[in-house]
Protein backbone atom coordinates (compact mmCIF):
# COMPACT_ATOMS: atom_id res chain seq x y z
CA UNK A 1 0.00 0.00 0.00
CA UNK A 2 1.79 3.31 -0.78
CA UNK A 3 1.58 6.64 1.08
CA UNK A 4 -1.78 7.94 -0.20
CA UNK A 5 -3.71 5.07 0.49
CA UNK A 6 -2.19 4.92 4.30
CA UNK A 7 -3.38 8.66 4.57
CA UNK A 8 -7.00 7.65 3.43
CA UNK A 9 -7.32 4.70 5.91
CA UNK A 10 -9.58 6.29 7.91
CA UNK A 11 -7.91 3.54 11.08
CA UNK A 12 -4.63 4.14 10.75
CA UNK A 13 -2.10 7.49 11.53
CA UNK A 14 1.55 7.91 10.36
CA UNK A 15 4.25 9.20 12.56
CA UNK A 16 6.84 11.30 11.28
CA UNK A 17 9.36 10.75 13.76
CA UNK A 18 11.59 12.34 15.76
CA UNK A 19 13.33 14.05 12.30
CA UNK A 20 11.54 13.88 9.16
CA UNK A 21 14.50 12.55 7.27
CA UNK A 22 17.28 11.52 9.25
CA UNK A 23 20.16 11.66 7.45
CA UNK A 24 21.95 8.67 9.51
CA UNK A 25 18.81 6.44 10.89
CA UNK A 26 20.83 3.58 11.90
CA UNK A 27 23.10 6.07 13.71
CA UNK A 28 19.96 7.21 15.68
CA UNK A 29 18.74 3.96 16.05
CA UNK A 30 21.48 2.92 18.11
CA UNK A 31 21.77 5.91 19.77
CA UNK A 32 18.04 5.70 21.09
CA UNK A 33 18.24 1.91 21.36
CA UNK A 34 21.39 2.12 23.69
CA UNK A 35 19.52 4.94 25.82
CA UNK A 36 16.87 2.33 26.15
CA UNK A 37 18.72 -0.57 27.10
CA UNK A 38 20.42 1.62 30.01
CA UNK A 39 17.24 3.14 30.92
CA UNK A 40 15.25 -0.32 31.13
CA UNK A 41 18.75 -1.91 33.05
CA UNK A 42 19.08 1.18 35.48
CA UNK A 43 15.16 0.89 36.57
CA UNK A 44 14.92 -2.72 36.57
CA UNK A 45 17.85 -3.12 38.73
CA UNK A 46 16.97 -0.19 41.18
CA UNK A 47 13.38 -2.33 41.26
CA UNK A 48 15.10 -5.33 42.27
CA UNK A 49 17.86 -3.75 45.05
CA UNK A 50 15.05 -2.28 46.62
CA UNK A 51 13.41 -5.38 46.86
CA UNK A 52 16.11 -7.88 47.63
CA UNK A 53 18.35 -5.52 50.34
CA UNK A 54 16.35 -4.49 53.78
CA UNK A 55 18.70 -1.80 54.23
CA UNK A 56 16.54 -0.15 51.33
CA UNK A 57 13.12 -1.22 53.13
CA UNK A 58 12.28 2.21 53.89
CA UNK A 59 9.33 4.72 52.59
CA UNK A 60 11.50 6.36 50.43
CA UNK A 61 12.93 3.38 49.11
CA UNK A 62 9.55 2.00 48.35
CA UNK A 63 8.45 5.33 46.84
CA UNK A 64 11.30 5.03 44.67
CA UNK A 65 10.85 1.52 43.42
CA UNK A 66 7.03 2.85 42.24
CA UNK A 67 8.42 6.07 40.84
CA UNK A 68 11.34 3.17 38.57
CA UNK A 69 8.05 1.39 37.52
CA UNK A 70 6.79 4.21 36.39
CA UNK A 71 9.87 5.27 34.15
CA UNK A 72 9.95 1.32 32.68
CA UNK A 73 6.05 1.47 31.44
CA UNK A 74 6.59 4.97 30.57
CA UNK A 75 9.76 4.39 28.48
CA UNK A 76 8.30 1.52 26.75
CA UNK A 77 5.56 3.03 25.63
CA UNK A 78 6.70 5.37 23.27
CA UNK A 79 10.27 4.21 22.08
CA UNK A 80 9.48 0.64 20.82
CA UNK A 81 7.05 2.14 17.83
CA UNK A 82 10.18 5.26 17.92
CA UNK A 83 12.85 2.09 16.67
CA UNK A 84 10.43 0.21 14.74
CA UNK A 85 9.70 2.94 12.34
CA UNK A 86 13.48 4.26 12.08
CA UNK A 87 13.62 0.58 10.65
CA UNK A 88 10.37 0.64 8.55
CA UNK A 89 9.38 2.25 5.74
CA UNK A 90 5.84 1.86 7.21
CA UNK A 91 5.59 4.36 9.82
CA UNK A 92 1.75 3.75 10.89
CA UNK A 93 0.17 3.60 13.66
CA UNK A 94 -3.83 2.27 14.37
CA UNK A 95 -6.04 4.65 15.92
CA UNK A 96 -6.34 2.03 19.00
CA UNK A 97 -2.98 2.25 19.29
CA UNK A 98 -2.40 5.84 18.95
CA UNK A 99 -5.20 6.17 21.80
CA UNK A 100 -3.50 3.51 23.98
CA UNK A 101 -0.24 5.76 23.69
CA UNK A 102 -1.77 8.88 24.89
CA UNK A 103 -3.93 6.86 27.66
CA UNK A 104 -0.90 5.09 29.17
CA UNK A 105 1.22 8.57 28.45
CA UNK A 106 -1.56 10.97 30.47
CA UNK A 107 -1.32 8.19 33.45
CA UNK A 108 2.51 7.70 33.76
CA UNK A 109 3.17 11.57 33.08
CA UNK A 110 0.16 12.51 35.86
CA UNK A 111 1.15 9.63 37.98
CA UNK A 112 4.91 11.02 38.16
CA UNK A 113 3.87 14.96 38.71
CA UNK A 114 1.86 13.62 41.95
CA UNK A 115 4.68 11.03 43.12
CA UNK A 116 7.25 13.33 42.71
CA UNK A 117 5.23 15.79 44.90
CA UNK A 118 4.66 13.17 47.72
CA UNK A 119 7.88 11.73 47.80
CA UNK A 120 8.76 15.41 48.52
CA UNK A 121 6.76 15.48 51.45
CA UNK A 122 8.50 12.13 52.58
CA UNK A 123 11.54 14.14 52.57
CA UNK A 124 10.26 16.95 54.48
CA UNK A 125 8.85 14.73 57.39
CA UNK A 126 12.34 12.44 57.73
CA UNK A 127 14.09 15.67 58.05
CA UNK A 128 11.87 17.76 59.94
CA UNK A 129 9.99 15.06 62.11
CA UNK A 130 12.55 12.38 62.32
CA UNK A 131 10.91 11.08 65.34
CA UNK A 132 7.16 10.58 63.70
CA UNK A 133 8.62 9.45 60.41
CA UNK A 134 7.59 5.79 61.32
CA UNK A 135 4.02 6.97 62.16
CA UNK A 136 3.38 9.70 59.44
CA UNK A 137 5.06 7.28 56.64
CA UNK A 138 3.78 4.05 57.77
CA UNK A 139 3.15 1.62 55.30
CA UNK A 140 -0.66 1.94 55.21
CA UNK A 141 0.45 5.97 54.41
CA UNK A 142 2.97 4.77 51.92
CA UNK A 143 0.41 2.11 49.83
CA UNK A 144 -2.14 5.05 49.80
CA UNK A 145 0.17 7.61 48.32
CA UNK A 146 0.92 5.15 45.66
CA UNK A 147 -2.58 4.39 44.66
CA UNK A 148 -3.55 8.21 44.87
CA UNK A 149 -0.55 8.69 42.65
CA UNK A 150 -1.87 6.36 39.77
CA UNK A 151 -5.65 6.80 40.38
CA UNK A 152 -4.64 10.81 40.22
CA UNK A 153 -2.98 10.10 36.54
CA UNK A 154 -5.22 7.56 35.40
CA UNK A 155 -8.03 10.40 35.60
CA UNK A 156 -6.46 12.30 33.69
CA UNK A 157 -5.76 9.60 30.61
CA UNK A 158 -9.65 8.69 31.06
CA UNK A 159 -10.57 12.58 30.95
CA UNK A 160 -8.68 13.69 27.86
CA UNK A 161 -8.05 10.97 26.29
CA UNK A 162 -11.91 9.64 25.16
CA UNK A 163 -12.15 13.48 23.67
CA UNK A 164 -9.35 13.85 21.37
CA UNK A 165 -10.09 10.87 19.71
CA UNK A 166 -13.79 11.78 19.06
CA UNK A 167 -12.78 15.18 16.90
CA UNK A 168 -13.02 14.18 13.18
CA UNK A 169 -9.81 14.05 11.53
CA UNK A 170 -9.11 15.39 8.06
CA UNK A 171 -8.12 13.47 4.97
CA UNK A 172 -4.39 13.98 6.47
CA UNK A 173 -3.12 11.37 9.29
CA UNK A 174 0.31 12.45 8.98
CA UNK A 175 1.02 13.36 12.91
CA UNK A 176 4.45 15.38 13.36
CA UNK A 177 5.71 13.55 16.10
CA UNK A 178 7.27 10.45 16.76
CA UNK A 179 4.17 9.35 19.10
CA UNK A 180 0.98 10.13 20.07
CA UNK A 181 1.49 13.36 21.81
CA UNK A 182 -2.17 15.18 22.14
CA UNK A 183 -0.90 18.55 20.81
CA UNK A 184 0.32 16.88 17.11
CA UNK A 185 -2.98 14.64 17.11
CA UNK A 186 -5.33 17.64 17.27
CA UNK A 187 -3.41 19.78 14.75
CA UNK A 188 -5.08 17.14 12.71
CA UNK A 189 -8.43 17.69 13.60
CA UNK A 190 -10.92 19.10 10.57
CA UNK A 191 -12.84 21.05 13.59
CA UNK A 192 -11.89 24.41 15.96
CA UNK A 193 -10.57 22.62 19.12
CA UNK A 194 -9.24 26.16 20.30
CA UNK A 195 -11.91 25.31 23.62
CA UNK A 196 -11.18 22.16 24.53
CA UNK A 197 -7.12 23.02 24.25
CA UNK A 198 -7.95 25.50 27.07
CA UNK A 199 -9.69 23.63 28.97
CA UNK A 200 -6.20 21.08 28.57
CA UNK A 201 -3.95 23.38 29.12
CA UNK A 202 -6.59 24.73 32.30
CA UNK A 203 -6.46 20.73 33.65
CA UNK A 204 -2.20 20.36 32.91
CA UNK A 205 -1.83 23.64 34.90
CA UNK A 206 -3.97 22.44 37.94
CA UNK A 207 -1.86 19.16 37.58
CA UNK A 208 0.72 20.37 37.83
CA UNK A 209 0.80 23.74 40.61
CA UNK A 210 -1.16 20.57 43.00
CA UNK A 211 2.78 18.48 43.50
CA UNK A 212 4.39 21.58 42.93
CA UNK A 213 3.11 23.60 45.45
CA UNK A 214 3.38 20.56 47.77
CA UNK A 215 7.46 20.27 47.05
CA UNK A 216 7.71 24.11 47.42
CA UNK A 217 6.18 24.10 50.93
CA UNK A 218 7.90 21.15 51.71
CA UNK A 219 11.49 22.30 50.64
CA UNK A 220 10.79 25.41 52.31
CA UNK A 221 10.08 24.02 55.46
CA UNK A 222 13.24 21.37 54.90
CA UNK A 223 15.42 24.98 54.28
CA UNK A 224 14.48 26.79 57.20
CA UNK A 225 14.80 23.10 59.15
CA UNK A 226 18.17 22.89 57.84
CA UNK A 227 19.00 26.46 58.40
CA UNK A 228 18.60 25.96 61.81
CA UNK A 229 20.36 22.84 62.79
CA UNK A 230 23.70 23.71 64.50
CA UNK A 231 25.60 20.53 63.69
CA UNK A 232 27.35 20.46 59.85
CA UNK A 233 27.15 16.96 59.85
CA UNK A 234 23.27 17.33 60.20
CA UNK A 235 23.18 19.69 57.44
CA UNK A 236 25.13 17.29 55.21
CA UNK A 237 23.41 14.28 56.06
CA UNK A 238 20.04 16.79 55.04
CA UNK A 239 21.43 17.93 51.91
CA UNK A 240 21.86 14.62 50.74
CA UNK A 241 19.23 13.14 51.60
CA UNK A 242 17.23 15.95 49.26
CA UNK A 243 19.55 16.88 46.86
CA UNK A 244 18.64 13.54 44.28
CA UNK A 245 14.82 14.16 44.66
CA UNK A 246 15.06 18.53 43.46
CA UNK A 247 17.43 16.87 40.39
CA UNK A 248 14.96 14.93 39.61
CA UNK A 249 11.94 17.25 40.29
CA UNK A 250 13.89 20.25 38.35
CA UNK A 251 14.43 17.74 35.31
CA UNK A 252 10.91 16.89 35.10
CA UNK A 253 9.04 19.94 36.19
CA UNK A 254 11.46 21.83 33.54
CA UNK A 255 10.30 19.94 30.52
CA UNK A 256 6.79 19.65 32.06
CA UNK A 257 6.49 23.50 32.00
CA UNK A 258 7.66 24.12 28.77
CA UNK A 259 4.93 21.62 27.57
CA UNK A 260 2.34 22.92 29.24
CA UNK A 261 2.25 26.34 30.78
CA UNK A 262 4.09 28.30 28.02
CA UNK A 263 2.26 29.70 25.49
CA UNK A 264 1.65 27.95 22.15
CA UNK A 265 3.43 31.54 20.32
CA UNK A 266 6.69 29.52 21.84
CA UNK A 267 6.04 25.92 20.32
CA UNK A 268 7.54 24.75 17.09
CA UNK A 269 6.84 21.06 16.26
CA UNK A 270 10.58 20.55 16.45
CA UNK A 271 11.06 21.72 20.02
CA UNK A 272 8.27 20.18 21.33
CA UNK A 273 9.46 17.27 19.59
CA UNK A 274 13.12 17.93 20.69
CA UNK A 275 11.58 18.28 24.53
CA UNK A 276 9.37 15.48 24.67
CA UNK A 277 12.25 13.18 23.41
CA UNK A 278 14.06 14.83 26.67
CA UNK A 279 10.98 13.40 29.03
CA UNK A 280 9.75 10.15 27.14
CA UNK A 281 13.47 9.16 26.83
CA UNK A 282 16.39 10.70 28.47
CA UNK A 283 14.45 11.32 31.74
CA UNK A 284 14.01 7.71 32.52
CA UNK A 285 17.06 6.81 32.06
CA UNK A 286 18.64 9.66 34.05
CA UNK A 287 16.03 9.24 37.11
CA UNK A 288 17.57 5.81 38.46
CA UNK A 289 20.68 7.05 37.32
CA UNK A 290 20.86 10.07 39.59
CA UNK A 291 19.30 8.26 42.56
CA UNK A 292 22.08 5.26 42.62
CA UNK A 293 24.86 7.81 41.84
CA UNK A 294 24.19 10.23 43.91
CA UNK A 295 23.11 7.92 47.14
CA UNK A 296 25.07 5.99 49.13
CA UNK A 297 22.92 3.28 50.53
CA UNK A 298 21.76 2.34 46.80
CA UNK A 299 25.32 2.23 45.56
CA UNK A 300 26.43 -0.45 48.96
CA UNK A 301 23.50 -2.15 48.32
CA UNK A 302 24.31 -2.61 44.27
CA UNK A 303 28.06 -3.45 45.58
CA UNK A 304 26.91 -5.71 48.00
CA UNK A 305 24.48 -7.91 45.23
CA UNK A 306 27.64 -7.61 42.90
CA UNK A 307 29.91 -9.12 45.29
CA UNK A 308 27.55 -11.76 46.22
CA UNK A 309 27.40 -12.68 42.21
CA UNK A 310 31.53 -12.53 42.18
CA UNK A 311 32.03 -15.13 45.44
CA UNK A 312 28.98 -17.99 43.86
CA UNK A 313 30.93 -17.36 40.39
CA UNK A 314 33.78 -18.00 42.08
CA UNK A 315 32.89 -20.82 44.11
CA UNK A 316 31.34 -22.56 41.75
CA UNK A 317 34.74 -22.76 39.42
CA UNK A 318 36.87 -23.76 42.22
CA UNK A 319 34.13 -26.91 42.56
CA UNK A 320 34.67 -27.38 39.17
CA UNK A 321 38.23 -27.41 39.16
CA UNK A 322 38.24 -29.78 42.03
CA UNK A 323 35.61 -32.53 40.65
CA UNK A 324 38.44 -32.18 37.32
Known amino acids: MGMEGLLQNSTNFVLIGLITHPAFPGLLFAIVFSIFVVAITANVVMILLIHVDSRLHTPMYFLLSQLSIMDTIY???TVPKMLQDLLSKDKTISFLGCALQIFFYLTLIGGEFFLLGLMAYDRYVAVCNPLRYPLLMNRRV??????????????????????????????????????????????????DTSLYETLMYACCVLMLLLPLSVISVSYTRILLTVHRMKSAEGRRKAFATCSSHVMVVSIFYGAAFYTNVLPHSYHTPEKDKVVSAFYTILTPMLNPLIYSLRNKEVAAALRKVLGRCGSSQSIRVGTVMRKD
Open 75 to 77: ICI
Open 142 to 191: CLFVVLGSWVGGSLDGFMLTPVTMSFPFCSSREINHFFCEIPAVLKLSCI
